[in-house]
């Protein structure tokens, strides 16, 4: 069993950065493919970013790719996602939990922490 807990939403202006962690309970976390989904108002979730257990490959949406870097420690149990030069569009409840494959949700889900870009 490992549970996840996102942090580090907040609201910050177009063009900015911020980054958020991904802290796992449970000894098994480094053996996991993790990522990053969202969910933008009124929308569905969507695949964000995945990072192996051993950080040697890393994927993502076109929607973020060259902007948003992930990444993961495993001494730590966290994985990361920092955000740069965010668009409102970025706005939404982001998520991390265990894949499969690159992309498909497979362990459960927290409460998600809120990154809300202003214009």
């Known amino acids: 069993q490992v549970d996840l807990v996102e942090s580090g939403g907040r609201m910050v202006q177009a063009g900015g950065s911020l980054r958020l962690s991904c802290a796992a309970s449970g000894h098994t976390f480094s053996s996991y493919t993790i990522g990053w989904f969202r969910q933008p108002p009124g929308k569905g979730l969507e695949w964000v970013s995945s990072?192996?257990?051993?950080?040697?490959?890393?994927y993502y949406a076109d929607s973020v790719k060259d902007r948003f870097t992930i990444s993961r420690d495993n001494g730590k149990n966290t994985v990361y996602l920092q955000m740069n030069v965010v668009k409102p569009e970025d706005t939404a409840v982001y998520y991390c939990t265990i894949v499969s494959g690159t992309s498909s949700p497979s362990g459960s889900w927290g409460q998600g922490t809120q990154v809300t870009v202003s214009s």
């Open positions: 990072i192996n257990s051993d950080a040697s490959k890393s």
